[in-house]
């Protein structure tokens, strides 16, 4: 049933659905306002050779999931457009699916950097990774936002056709598979960043280690790396066991009705945390990489790599040596 029609139901979890509501707004308006920092102070593109340009196209994704997510919580919240069961079933999850699009783009730029640090090479003490091709990241970047796009509309529209026609069957095995998409996905993301985002902070601080750049500055540029992919593991990894136990659950089990809206508050809750706080360090890291003279040192990384096809295929040749 949904869950505006338990008038019981949403008095009893109103002040978790104004909290929601509230840190999305914030979250939102943050993002939107970096974004235009980013674009119109910084001169920072958003989009170059075919895709998204790290950071910016980070806060783009992250800027429309947020939206998304306060647009549904305020149709639920107040009982908005009570009849349009499947549009609000869509605008639920293209949500979740915005901030898949978020961490993918982020990843991205990970493997577009770490070619371009000048101490990405192997050593006695660290053997090799495999890093992608920039056709390959290209590939697979849209290869991915394309198939969970359009795998999240169309499970999101049998969702809520199926919630429309008191269908609970079908509801709950088109909602498990949803979860299921973005529990998978997750789990890919957790892996990437807890092997090539850490990999990137060590390079990161090798580099600005051996050209003695100890100062406040490139102190807070490596901090901001660290923030960002230790947060991105904190959302993905709690969200990829919530969503899949959910799924699971929802499958085998008859589950009240409060536990999926605990659920949802937990999660939006982690998720507005751990971006606001990655959104803080970008910040941070922005106040003070405008010191940086980067004549002195070829220190690139998320924040001011800009896609090259050519560039790339240049970087990557010394990797294959």
Known sequence: MPLNTHPFLIKSLLPLY???IISCSIESVSTFSLLLYKRFHDNSSLWSDRIFEPLTGFLLWVFLYST?????LIIITFGLMPDAIIL????NFSGWAFIQFAIATYIAGIFRTIPKLTFHRPTACRQTKFIPTYHSVLFIYWIFVITVGLLVIILSYLRGYFQGKNDRNNLIISQAFLLIILSISNIVFNLCLFKYGRFLVVLTQESVNL???RDEAYNAYLNK???INFSLMVVVSWTSISFFLWSMCSLTIKV????????????????????MAAIISIIRGELYIKGINNADINLSTISNVRWSETSFGQTNSVIET
């Open 68 to 72: 998304f997510r306060n647009l549904y």
């Open 88 to 91: 609000k079933s869509i605008i």
């Open 256 to 275: 009240n009705m409060d536990i999926p809206a605990i659920m949802t508050f937990m999660t939006n809750t982690a998720y507005t945390i751990m971006i």
């Open 225 to 227: 790396l660290k923030t």
């Open 18 to 20: 104004y909290i929601m």
């Open 211 to 213: 050209t003695n750049g």
